[in-house]
């Protein structure tokens, strides 16, 4: 009896020892009222829970205002996500590491709920976490980040059907279901109905919007001017009815499969347009030559002339559409139609956009740690501040992508931003100093509020940019193409690619 003792005795002192140990890494930062800097030693940690944070997250909570934060340094105020409350993300972070396996799935389930604001949160947090929080922890980062990057390119449903509405009342529905919005013209007929029954099956945005430009007697305009690069407008007479299919993500119609000049014997030219989700903004299109497989009825594929070549197209500004060009040889006179048209579009598109914070003081300071939040990688690589100036470099990387080559301008346009006490600063100049294939950074010099002290300077600067930026692939299919269809002259126009 007595020796059982002695072991239980021996265990528990091994925990506490363990506990204690873990307790020295773990501090809260507190700002009070008066400005003073409170150190809450962990010690509460030997409650018996499976996280040594959790019960020290609890304590400080009840006495600290909404502001407490874990922290290693307690020099500089942690950067903050917007519109979460701290509080309740914290408890639910201590909350993984419950001795209940219920509370730990149910705070597993609480945070993912929370979106891909908290990523920068759990980033922070992840140097403390220990066992099965730490594991908790890294599965909830990934889960997030990846779930928001498949969101971001996978084709938007819209759940509820159609059918039976006003037009304009369906188009509304449809650009609220999270596909984004195209510009519509002032005279659509407002008495026109939706067709069809109502079901229950979930459609693609394109499919829906098939549908009601169908029953509205509408089309596509790619020649009027507006930003998107397309009108929704009602159809007149004379109006070409092009060949079109939804493929996931895209809408792929043929303007146009027409005879060439007399430079290009033997030969026709087929003229493919894209339109994608207006949510989405994809920073280059490619269509291989080498995917396209054109057949007659009779089964006689018709090649491109240029088999090795890729099509390539930058969207501009916010436009949704681009065209693509190409040269197939010429079929046999007999033929009028094209039984099919297969091919592959690839889209290289950044996904899921997140603020990037780190803390900035006026005070000599170690460098933050990186943040890595899906594929990104941000580093704070210097910050240097003056009387009068507030100098700072930060650099995010990628995985390698030809998204990222130095002629293609599109991240480059995102300026980096700063705070101090809550209020923005003034930008005096911003610039990228280097970039590759991999990414760059970027050098941003702030003005200064007048009479701010160096050492009393807080704040936080950030940087805007996509968790990931996605290559994928996107199948199409077109069936019965007349040969006899011919593009607008603003087609001709607004060519691109070959």
Known sequence: MESGRRRSAVADRRIY?????????????????????????????????????????????????KDAVLSQQPTSEEPRPQGIDERQ???????????????????????????????PQLEAQRPFMVGETAWRLAMLRTRLAEHAVATAIEATRVPESLAGRPVLEAFEMMFAGGGGRLPLAADIDRSLVVAGSRDAVPRTYFEQLDQILAAADCLLDFSAETPRGVLIRPRRNGDPTHVATS??????????????????????????????????????LQLPMASLIVETASGEVIPPKQRAAVAEVSP????????????????????????????????????????????????????????????LTVRLES???????????????????????????????????????????????????????????????????????????????????????????????????????????SDAENREGL
Do not use: N
Not at 39 to 62: D, N, R
Not at 96 to 104: A, H, I, K, N
Not at 255 to 269: D, L, S
């Open 17 to 65: 020892d363990e506990k204690m140990m873990q307790a020295e890494r773990l501090i809260v930062c507190r700002r009070c009222a008066s400005g003073f800097t409170v150190l809450v030693w962990a010690a509460a940690v030997l409650s018996g829970t499976t996280h040594p944070g959790a019960t020290l997250q609890a304590e400080a909570f009840q006495t600290a205002p």
């Open 383 to 489: 910050l240097i501040a003056s009387d009068t100036e507030l100098t700072v470099r930060l650099r995010a990387s990628y995985p390698p992508t030809e998204a990222l080559a130095s002629h293609r301008t599109w991240i480059t346009s995102r300026p980096l931003a700063c705070d101090v006490g809550g209020l923005p600063l003034a930008v005096v100049s911003d610039r990228v100093v280097d970039r590759d294939e991999q990414g760059l950074a970027r050098e941003a010099v702030f003005a200064l509020p007048e009479d701010t002290p160096q050492p009393s300077l807080r704040g936080t600067v950030s940087w805007q940019l996509p968790l990931a930026i996605r290559d994928f692939p996107v199948d199409f299919l077109l069936r019965e193409i007349p040969l006899q269809s011919t593009p607008s002259s």
């Open 247 to 284: 493929a996931g993500p895209v809408r792929l119609e043929v303007v146009g499969v027409t005879a060439v000049p007399a430079t290009q014997p033997q030969a026709i030219r087929l003229t493919l347009r894209v339109l994608w989700e207006p949510r989405m903004q994809p920073v280059m």
């Open 316 to 375: 501009r500004g916010s436009q949704a559409t681009a065209t693509f060009t190409t040269l197939l040889s010429l079929p046999p006179a007999s033929v009028t139609t094209l039984a099919s048209l297969r091919g592959t579009l690839r889209m290289w598109v950044p996904a899921a956009e997140i603020a990037v914070r780190f803390p900035v003081s006026g005070s000599p300071q170690p460098p933050p740690p990186a943040q890595t939040l899906g594929d």
């Open 89 to 119: 993300l914290l408890r639910l972070i201590g909350q993984l590491g419950d001795p209940e396996r219920s509370r730990r799935e149910a705070a597993t389930v609480a945070i993912e709920s929370l979106g891909i604001e908290v990523l």
